[in-house]
């Protein structure tokens, strides 16, 4: 979409240049938006897994967000049992700096295994219909791994996520505050955060 936009403009780049540009100033972008909301997101996380195909070979994208649809950690993984669940948890703990007030995931058993050794003192509750908000995170990686024709490896799809959606929590509005009157003043919040980041000056 960036080479498309630019040769709108007289500016010819290549797709591969585009994509450097995304890795090489993305990261820096993600890393600036992480740092600003730590502290700030949910406790309340849902944990789901998606398989995704990568040359032949199956993947597991595990992802955590909270109540209101921020992501909170995704993990590629080649594994979808109690070590890899593990693995997520301990990365979020990490990353968030605390454990949740309550852990909700689809019926799977490795979330269960998983939560009595990182997190026992965690309520949990496992039950599909619960966990949408986990299920419907997924739908834009999808939309990306269909456009860019599938992923070429499982580092190249944990480096994409890891910037990514960092970047898509920036402009993420809760539900509750869609149909608000602040609505325009939270999306103008988000753009000043996103010149401040980008180093972009208001025209």
Same mark, same amino acid.
């Given at each position: 979409m960036v080479e498309d936009m630019l040769a709108a403009r007289g500016v010819? *780049?290549?797709? =591969?240049?585009?994509?450097?540009?995304?890795e090489k100033f993305g990261r820096h972008f993600a890393n600036d938006i992480c740092k600003r909301s730590a502290g700030r997101l949910g406790d309340k996380w849902h944990l789901d897994e998606v398989v995704i195909t990568i040359a032949g070979k199956k993947h597991w994208l595990w992802r %955590? *967000?909270? =109540?209101?649809?921020?992501?909170?950690? *995704?993990? *590629? =993984?080649? $594994? /979808?049992?109690a070590k890899a669940a593990k693995r997520l948890m301990r990365k979020l703990l990490k990353g968030q700096g605390r454990s949740p007030r309550v852990m909700i995931t689809d019926k799977l058993r490795s979330y269960g295994a998983a939560k009595r050794e990182i997190m026992p003192g965690v309520e949990h509750r496992s039950h599909k219909g619960l966990n949408n908000r986990a299920e419907n995170s997924h739908q834009p990686i999808r939309r990306r791994e269909r456009i860019m024709k599938r992923f070429k490896s499982a580092r190249q799809l944990q480096r994409f996520v890891s910037i990514h959606d960092p970047i898509a929590n920036l402009f993420q509005i809760p539900r509750h505050d869609i149909s608000s009157t602040n609505h325009r003043e939270l /999306?103008? %919040? %988000?753009?000043?955060?996103?010149?401040?980041?980008? $180093?972009?000056? %208001?025209?």
């Open positions: 010819i *780049v290549s797709h =591969q240049t585009v994509r450097l540009w995304a %955590a *967000v909270d =109540q209101d649809g921020f992501v909170l950690d *995704v993990l *590629v =993984q080649s $594994r /979808r049992n /999306r103008a %919040a %988000a753009m000043e955060t996103w010149r401040q980041i980008a $180093r972009i000056h %208001a025209a």
